[in-house]
């Protein structure tokens, strides 16, 4: 079993949709999670960071981190074409790792 | 600051021939990192190096792969002798020592033929 699955996708939406992208993990020993927007053939930026379970919104965009059912989630309000791009969820921490593991990313792309 | 920078950008090569990709972290990140994109495997972690020293380096694939880190301001990876399956895009990533996030470089695209 990977440590962080993700649906590959792709996922088309017709612009102004609420999307919805999630991973599970498997160690309840992570402790960080983030989500990464990749537009293509660039590298990975960060778009949210959290550490605890709950909500965090930040403009259009909310994380929500449900420890114990080692799911996470990424929440895109009117969404727009500049949205379209390639969204990974990473975790990290409680491994003695100190690196993030990535999921395999989901493709998003938003109809105008 | 100019952010993470890799060389090069698009390297098409042989099989048997080496391969050298370079990386210059941001200034004052202790942290390096390389990872491999590929479709079917994602975002994989190689190496990451703490100081210049390397910490964990059981993501590579095989001793045809080497990276070093002679200062705190650049870092290398070889691939010797390189083979068509080592196409990929390999990404270099700094980051602060207690921030759990990395700032990557925009990659160096490989093709092996």
């Known amino acids: 079993q990977k440590e962080v699955e993700q649906d590959p996708g792709p996922l088309s939406v017709p612009e102004g949709a609420i999307v919805s992208l999630n991973c599970t993990y498997s160690?309840?020993?992570?402790?960080?999670f983030m989500w990464y927007r990749q537009y293509s053939r660039k590298g990975p930026e960060l778009l949210m960071y959290?550490?605890?379970?709950g909500n965090k919104e930040d403009g259009r965009f909310t994380a929500q981190v449900d420890k114990s059912s080692k799911y996470i989630s990424l929440f895109i309000r009117d969404s727009q074409p500049s949205d379209s791009a390639t969204y990974l969820c990473?975790?990290?921490?409680?491994?003695?790792?100190?690196?993030?593991?990535f999921g395999s990313g989901t493709r998003l792309q938003v109809q105008p | 600051d100019a952010g993470v920078i890799q060389s090069p950008r698009h390297e098409v090569t042989e099989m048997g021939q080496e391969v050298t990709l370079r990386c210059k972290p941001i200034?004052?990140?202790?942290?390096l990192f390389w990872y491999r994109q590929t479709m079917m495997r994602g975002l994989e972690l190689l190496i990451y190096?703490?100081?210049?020293?390397?910490?964990?380096d059981s993501g590579m694939p095989e001793d045809r792969f080497s990276a070093k880190m002679p200062n705190a301001s650049f870092s290398t990876l070889k691939i010797q002798p390189s083979e068509p399956r080592d196409s990929a895009v390999y990404f270099c990533?700094?980051?602060?020592?207690?921030?759990?996030?990395?700032?990557f470089g925009a990659g160096s695209r490989l093709t092996v033929l």
């Open positions: 200034s004052g990140h202790d942290y």
């Open positions: 190096f703490n100081n210049n020293v390397p910490i964990d």
């Open positions: 990473a975790i990290e921490g409680g491994t003695g790792r100190r690196a993030l593991t």
């Open positions: 959290t550490y605890s379970s």
């Open positions: 990533a700094s980051s602060l020592a207690g921030a759990n996030v990395l700032t």
């Open positions: 160690n309840s020993a992570f402790q960080y």
